[in-house]
């Protein structure tokens, strides 16, 4: 995940709000590349 990293200007709220997304389309990924 590039630009995560912290110091580089990412807003908590940013974060927040972002973060569930990126859990879902990471769990949706390991599915596909399961199968």
């Known amino acids: ?17 972002v973060a569930p997304q990126m859990a879902i389309a990471t769990g ?3 599915r596909t590349w399961t199968k």
Do not use: D, N, R, V
């Open 1 to 17: 995940m590039h630009g995560f990293t912290a110091g580089h200007g990412i807003e908590p709220e940013y974060i927040s709000a």
């Open 28 to 30: 949706l990924a390991l």
